[in-house]
């Protein structure tokens, strides 16, 4: 897509066949847009185009190679969901109490169910939700301070959420992981100010390995 203005809050993920497709923000026309190479060129879609929508967005691919989308709407400040279902977009509010869906990071787990962490603007917490196969669950992860911005979402292979965020409050890069029956939360690093701008990935035995920042540490 060239067109002025798009590009903005790009999620890459790659086929089976290593064929890029990206979900993105067009801020000329304010839309959610999702392109995927072909093999000889790129096929574009406006996925959403309801109001200011597509900030915030995660790409993850799911069977068939079908792309599940997280994104934020910026007009009536929700967290958003789309899937294409092989003909169309099917397109969910996952939560729309307060100011919420900032920072997505999506991941879908063995049955393609979707998983979302998200920033709860409102009350500055972590939360997460997920597709049970008839609704939406809803947790908040943490809640103490300003946290959950810049988070990272990874699912090991039991499909548990292993969760990589900023401390806002105390300038610190954190790590949440769900046990079963609670959310399992530790600081990662409190040198200086650290934690924005980070990836997570988990190796093959559910260890996070790639927690990192980019953020300027303080001196």
């Known amino acids: 897509d060239t067109a002025w203005g798009v590009g903005m809050y790009a999620s890459l993920a790659l086929d089976g066949a290593g064929f890029p497709h990206i979900a993105y923000y067009d801020w000329n026309n304010f839309d959610l847009k999702y392109a995927r190479w072909t093999g000889s060129a790129w096929a574009v879609q406006t996925v959403d185009s309801a109001g200011s929508v597509g ?56 049955s393609d169910n979707p998983h979302i962490n998200y920033h709860d603007r409102a009350n500055n917490d972590l939360k997460y ?39 806002g409050a105390n300038l610190n890069l954190k790590y949440a992981r769900w046990t079963g029956s609670a959310w399992a939360i530790q600081t990662v690093d409190s040198a200086g100010d650290v934690g924005a701008y980070l990836s997570l990935a988990l190796d093959g035995a559910g260890t996070p390995t790639s927690a990192t920042t980019t953020a300027a540490t303080a001196t």
């Open 55 to 110: 900030r915030f967005t995660s790409l993850a691919l799911g069977g068939a190679s079908y792309p599940h989308i997280s994104y934020h709407d910026g007009s009536s400040f929700d967290l958003k969901y789309a899937r294409w279902t092989g003909s169309a977009w099917a397109i969910q509010t996952v939560n729309s109490a307060g100011s919420v869906g900032e920072y997505t990071s999506l991941a879908l787990d063995g």
């Open 129 to 167: 939700a997920r597709w049970t196969g008839s609704a939406w669950a809803i947790q908040t992860v943490d809640s103490a301070g300003s946290v959950g911005s810049y988070a990272s979402l990874a699912l090991d292979g039991a499909g548990i959420p292993h969760i990589g965020y900023y401390d």
